[in-house]
């Protein structure tokens, strides 16, 4: 049996509902990657160029810190983890998250909630930050997706 871990960055709460059914559909536990600094509504604002969210975006090196690590990832051979998109890829933070680990063995599966956009490169930028895990296209679903919707998905990784 493959031990699975739902990781999720939400900054206004959509990806964290579509996080908590995927954890309830995969059996697998739950962990929040909390910003050190949380993100403001100001730090959200796409339309300026100044807002952090923007400026973190333009910088392909930004990595933001995270709270809280994860206690013993040594124990998942499953990573599912998930975020809203920004400018068509990930946030920054999931960065920070897959470069904070050793991930050799481990498959990564990569899901998002968006206001329209699909996955886009997502899967191929964030291969980069974990060079060692095996990294699955993953899945752009809705905050609300069913539980039967969610389920038929985790059942066609074959995890
Ligand atoms: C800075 C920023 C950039 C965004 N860029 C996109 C985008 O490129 N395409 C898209 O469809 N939605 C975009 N969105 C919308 C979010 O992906 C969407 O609202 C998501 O469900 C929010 O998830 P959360 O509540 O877990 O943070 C963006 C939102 C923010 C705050």
């Known amino acids: 049996m493959s031990k699975t871990l739902v990781a999720y960055f939400s900054a206004s709460g959509a990806t964290e509902r579509l996080a908590?059914?995927?954890a309830d559909a995969?059996?697998?536990e739950l962990y929040e990657i909390k910003p050190a600094s949380?993100?403001?509504n100001a730090d959200l604002n796409w339309n300026n160029k100044q807002s952090r969210s923007s400026v973190e975006m333009n910088d392909k090196a930004a990595r933001p810190a995270i709270?809280?690590?994860v206690e013993n990832m040594a124990q998942y051979d499953v990573v599912l983890v998930?975020?809203?998109i920004w400018w068509y890829e990930a946030p920054r933070i999931v960065q920070t998250f897959l470069e904070s680990y050793d991930f050799s063995g481990k498959t990564v599966i990569p899901f998002a909630t968006s206001g329209g956009s699909g996955m886009g490169k997502t899967a191929s930028i964030l291969e980069k930050s974990c060079p060692a895990a095996?990294?699955?296209p993953g899945k752009k679903l809705s905050a609300s997706?069913?539980?039967s919707e969610v389920s038929s998905w985790v059942k066609s990784l074959g995890l």
Do not use: I
């Open 67 to 69: 709270a809280v690590p």
């Open 26 to 28: 995969a059996g697998g």
């Open 38 to 40: 949380p993100y403001t």
């Open 145 to 147: 997706a069913s539980m």
């Open 82 to 84: 998930g975020f809203p």
């Open 20 to 22: 908590n059914t995927l």
């Open 134 to 136: 095996k990294v699955l």
